[in-house]
């Protein structure tokens, strides 16, 4: 992997939750390049240990362990595991989250006539208050609970914690109400979080990406045939750069929030879009 820039992070300690994952794997094995000590969290071990193994073979110092974001007593373990293995943490990537398909509309839209009760057809009216909370607890909580756990390291080691929101923190896709609502959630407690921790040195920002093509959405972008489906074509014709975002397109941004180049900067929500959030529309 081709980094955009490099920086001096020797004998630093990154923990990555969700580093099991397409984005956060990449975010791992670029803070890994620049020479941080990686531990990568994910509550599959087999795959955090897999993005280790990938990083070590590349020269990395890196460890994989099992954690579960949404349980206290589970990333304290996890916690004690860093510390004892790596030392204490430097920077925080709050990487954990994703959707899930039972909080999520059929339609854009609701009709009167979607009151029938289709078998095949989930209304608003039809969803699970209790998915609804899984989505905003790991999303929301999962970002609350490892800050609290790996935080107190970073009080007196000027610590950076980076958020992962999303696009839909600042206007909510159709469909995906509890996903939407859950990473705004996210980009406001970045926020909140920015200004707790202003008088100990710690940084908190989040990047919010756009629409990116991995292995785990390209179901709901393409057909079978590999062509975009309609509701990714409605995406692209409101990305002016015209294409869905590949990992490494948010490595530049990661980069700089964890550099001394932006050693005053706290509190923002960075979107990496391709100029979504810009665009109107006509």
């Not at 909080?103 to 289709?118: A, M, P, R, V």
């Not at 109400?177 to 407690?189: E, L, R």
């Not at 202003?198 to 079978?224: H, T």
Request: charged content about 20%; glycine content about 10%; proline content about 4%.
């Amino acid at each position: 992997m081709r980094l955009p820039f490099k920086i001096d992070l020797k004998d630093k300690v990154a923990v990555v939750t969700g580093g099991g994952g397409v984005l956060c794997s990449c975010f791992a094995k670029a803070l890994a390049q620049c020479g941080a000590k990686i531990a990568v969290i994910n509550l599959t071990e087999d795959k955090a240990k897999l993005v280790a193994e990938e990083i070590i073979n590349e020269g990395g110092t890196a460890i994989g362990i099992s954690g579960d974001v949404t349980d206290p007593e589970s990333m304290k373990a996890a916690h004690a595991v860093v510390n004892e293995k790596l030392g204490p943490c430097d920077i925080l990537i709050n990487g954990a989250g994703g959707n899930n398909l039972k909080g999520t509309t059929t339609k854009e839209y609701f009709f009167s006539e979607d009151l029938e009760g289709k078998e095949d057809l989930i209304t608003f009216f039809d969803l699970d208050p209790r998915v609804v909370e899984s989505i905003f607890g790991l999303n929301f909580l999962g970002t609350l609970i490892s800050t609290q756990v790996f935080a107190r390291d970073m009080i007196v080691r000027k610590g950076i914690i980076i958020n992962i929101s999303s696009m839909n923190s600042f206007n909510p896709l159709t469909k995906i109400p509890a996903y939407s609502g859950a990473k705004a959630a996210v980009s406001n407690f970045t926020k909140w979080l920015a200004v707790h921790f202003s008088k100990v040195g710690i940084r908190v920002n989040a990047i919010a990406p756009g629409f990116f093509s991995a292995i785990q959405n390209r179901p709901l972008l393409y057909n079978e045939d590999g062509t975009p489906n309609d509701r990714t074509k409605k995406i692209l014709s409101m990305t002016p750069m015209g294409r869905l975002g590949e990992p490494e397109d948010l490595l530049g941004t990661l980069l700089w929030l964890c550099s001394e180049g932006s050693e005053f900067v706290t509190g923002i929500v960075v979107p990496v879009d391709g100029g979504f959030s810009a665009y109107s529309g006509v």
